[in-house]
Nanobody, 115 residues
Framework: QLVESGGGLVQPGGSLRLSCVAS????????IGWFRQAPGKEREGISC????????TYADSIKGRFTMSRDSAKNTVYLQMNNLKPEDTAVYFC??????????WGKGTAVTVSH
């Protein structure tokens, strides 16, 4: 399973770091993505790490502000979010896709950016 944490309430311009911990499988063998779903909107992909060695890609809306990283030793993926904006308010999910089509979704962690 995947478990996200690190969400919360933050003021515009602030930072948060989200964590996504995997259990029962090894993240190193999986492609990992971060998604978010804002109120009343569809879930959107915001970053993707196809493998440990491949380049991480980002959606234009977060490029330059968010950084995704992996820690294989901790079987964890992070999303460092800086210069947060009100439009970043959403529930953030991590997703893993691996061998034989195995896939996992976390239950999400809520981020609210507001004064």
């Amino acid at each position: 399973q995947l478990v996200e944490s690190g969400g919360g309430l933050v003021q515009p311009g602030g930072s948060l770091r989200l964590s996504c911990v995997a259990s029962g499988f090894t993240l190193s063998f999986y492609a990992i993505g971060w998604f978010r779903q804002a109120p009343g909107k569809e879930r959107e992909g915001i970053s993707c790490s196809p493998s440990v060695s491949n380049t991480i890609t980002y959606a234009d809306s977060i490029k330059g502000r968010f950084t995704m990283s992996r820690d294989s030793a901790k079987n964890t993926v992070y999303l460092q979010m800086n210069n947060l904006k009100p439009e970043d308010t959403a529930v953030y999910f991590c997703y893993a896709l691996g061998p034989y089509g195995r896939q996992y979704w976390g239950k999400g962690t809520a981020v609210t950016v507001s004064h």
